[in-house]
């Protein structure tokens, strides 16, 4: 199963090692998954691969799904203090 729903056509790293991937659109790029991200809202801070799941839906949270030991975990992305994304996840 997997949970892309855009594709990723180019990269970059963030500070904190995890990979930011975007597709490339007529528009400009949009967010597409970050490999190796922080999961900031459980404990230890593990790192996922987070897939964007469609538009923002506030200036500072896009939607987004990660598996996470054979589960699959609702959530959003958003910036920690440093200017890196972070996956938090949401109860429903």
Request: proline share 4%; with cysteine.
């Given at each position: ?19 930011v ?6 528009g ?7 490999n ?14 987070a ?42």
């Amino acid at each position: 199963m997997s949970l892309a729903k855009y594709r990723s056509d180019t990269s970059e790293p963030q500070a904190d090692g995890a990979i930011v991937w975007h597709t490339v659109w007529l528009g400009g790029p949009s967010l597409a998954k970050v490999n190796n991200c922080r999961w900031e809202s459980l404990h230890g801070e593990p790192r996922v691969t987070a897939y964007v799941q469609g538009e923002a839906d506030t200036y500072f949270s896009i939607p987004a799904k990660a598996q996470y030991r054979g589960t699959v975990v609702n959530g959003y992305l958003t910036g920690d203090g440093d200017g890196n994304l972070v996956f938090r996840h949401t109860y429903y």
